[in-house]
Each structure stands twice: as C-alpha cells, then as structure tokens.
C-alpha cells in the first residue's frame, strides 16, 4: 500500500510541475498534454509485458 502511495504522490507532483516547466521550456499545452497522453498509453501497454518479465524472473534481492 505504501509503494501505491509513493507512486501516485509522484505522478500527482510530476503533473503538477509540467505546466510551470512547460513554459519555461517554451512548449505549447497541446505539447504537453500529448507527452503525458503518450506515456499513459505507454505505461498501459507496457504493464502485461513487465508484469510477465517480473513473474518470470522475480525480485532481485537488493543488498547495501
């Protein structure tokens, strides 16, 4: 439930940085509004695959 969180939290502050970026960076809204449209697709489509890969491998043990 925690990584839930963490994750949302940082597409929440993700979403709330792109339009002050947007303009610093000069791009039109349409622009962004694309990117973020792109990447959800991307992270719908690319969820099965990663899903799989993750079951068939498993976690990696991650040591200090």
Known sequence: ???TFVCS???MSFVALAGP???ALGLEPWQVGGAMT???IAWMIMA???GGLSDRRG???LTA
Do not use: L, N, T
């Open 1 to 3: 439930m925690f990584e």
């Open 9 to 11: 939290m940082a597409m």
């Open 21 to 23: 970026i947007a303009r």
């Open 38 to 40: 792109a990447s959800g």
């Open 48 to 50: 099965r695959f990663w």
């Open 59 to 61: 976690a990696r043990r």
